[in-house]
């Protein structure tokens, strides 16, 4: 295949943006994750701060998902759609456009359902044991470990109710990816190799089928 994209979707403290920044510097090609949020102000004419809102919105909500209006059409820009949607809309078609200009990793923001249709992404879900994840977390943001695992288990909710509301599918199911990783396991430098080593055979082998 010539480009492709990996998506990659992770728990929290999992170190999938971690894996997701060293992958994409192992292979050469860029990586896209908070900097999403920018280009999708550019994008959308809408500011970054109202986006993040929105984003955090959608991650305490827990009514119908939007799925049904569908993703793979320009209807942002449509009057009678909420502003939030119209947000995702607008990121969905930076993502989609990112993905055409190149070979790139993408960390979350459901890039793995907006370029599921795509034979050359690569979709990766990254998970780890939930001790692991608080320790790492505590290591990583320099706060105590005390209470923190209600902390992750609410980030993980919030990640949950965010795809789930956008895609109309479960966040984690295992046969939604083409990798499922456990951190815990691998550590994060065997998790660069282990989606490395799945790049390059798919490359080999002229492209993945979905």
């Known amino acids: 295949m010539s480009n492709y994209v990996i ?3 992770r728990e929290f403290g999992s170190g999938g943006r971690v ?4 992958l994409a510097a ?4 860029p990586c896209y994750d908070r900097t999403l949020i920018q280009k ?14 929105a984003e955090e919105r959608a991650r305490s909500r827990f009514h119908l998902p939007f799925a049904s209006m569908g993703t793979g059409v320009s209807t942002y820009t449509q ?8 947000a995702f809309f607008a990121q969905s078609e930076v993502i989609r456009k990112l993905a055409d200009e190149g070979s790139c990793v993408i960390v979350g923001r459901c890039s793995d359902y907006v370029l599921g249709e795509r034979p ?8 780890g044991d939930l001790e692991d994840r608080v320790t790492r977390c505590a290591e990583d943001y320099h706060i105590s470990a005390q209470n923190l695992t209600d902390r992750v288990k ?11 509301y956008y895609t109309g599918h479960n966040w984690g199911e295992m046969r939604r990816y083409d990798l499922t990783l456990n951190s815990s396991v691998t550590g ?23």
């Open 40 to 53: 999708t102000a550019e994008k959308s004419g809408l500011s970054p701060e109202f986006i993040a809102r």
């Open 26 to 29: 192992k292979l050469g090609i």
């Open 19 to 22: 894996i997701g920044k060293r």
């Open 79 to 86: 009057q009678g759609v909420p502003v939030s949607l119209q």
């Open 154 to 164: 609410e980030i993980d909710r919030g990640r949950a109710n965010y795809y789930n």
């Open 7 to 9: 998506s990659i979707s």
């Open 188 to 210: 994060i430098d065997g998790a660069v190799e282990l989606i490395a080593a799945l790049v390059r055979l798919r490359e080999n082998q002229g492209g993945g089928q979905e």
């Open 120 to 127: 050359e992404c690569l979709k990766v879900f990254i998970h």
